[in-house]
């Protein structure tokens, strides 16, 4: 089986500098991690608020889970962190 992204939940971590979401392949919960400097280079005039990180990682949705199922198709690991070099641009 492939992977998925069957939940919608989404959550911003100020502490980690990032919003994270999940995964699934299978049976197996796969954890992401998408950093601010990439929400940033998505939604480049954005705040640091709650709010306008997720409404980015909304907004994005499609790139950040392609970046996450190309970094989870390089390496099948419980927990990946998606960075600005992940992210192609704009999406």
Known sequence: MALNFPNPVRSFDAGRSCVSFWGSDASLEIAFQIEIDALRKLGANIGDGEAQMLATFDSHRDAIL??????????????????????????
Do not use: E, L, P, V
């Not at 390089?74 to 600005?84: D, E, F, V």
């Open 66 to 91: 392609n970046a996450a199922a190309t970094a989870y198709g390089r390496r099948k690991a419980s927990y990946h962190r998606i960075t600005a070099a992940d992210i192609s641009g704009k999406g």
